[in-house]
């Protein structure tokens, strides 16, 4: 699997800008990449060195618009700790 197949994007929330200054990002990955996987996707793409890695299935939740009902597609999301001196420039 390429980095770029890995990794789908960084988020930007709220609760994501907070903890940049604890050197932690959250990113959106592929539902089948491991920690492994997910730590040389960040370490390649971005030119950081990666400390940790943790991850998270969250869940679809269920929508809907009028009569149908429908669900959201369930996605994984890592929080990924930089070494101390890293850091990703976001503009």
């Known amino acids: 699997?390429?980095?770029?197949?890995?990794?789908k994007n960084l988020i930007r929330t709220e609760k994501g800008t907070m903890l940049e200054s604890q050197r932690?990002?959250?990113?959106a990955v592929a539902t089948g990449a491991?920690?492994?996987q997910i730590r040389k996707a960040v370490e390649d793409i971005y030119?950081?060195?990666v400390?940790?890695?943790n991850t998270s299935v969250v869940p679809g939740k269920l929508k809907r618009v009028r009569q149908?009902?429908?669900k959201t597609?369930?996605?994984k999301k890592a929080v990924v700790t930089l070494s101390?001196?890293?850091k990703i420039e976001v503009t």
Do not use: L
């Open 68 to 70: 149908a009902q429908g």
């Open 24 to 27: 932690k990002y959250i990113f």
């Open 84 to 86: 101390e001196g890293s």
């Open 47 to 49: 030119k950081v060195k």
């Open 1 to 7: 699997m390429a980095s770029y197949d890995t990794v």
């Open 34 to 36: 491991n920690k492994v």
């Open 51 to 53: 400390q940790d890695v």
């Open 73 to 75: 597609a369930s996605w």
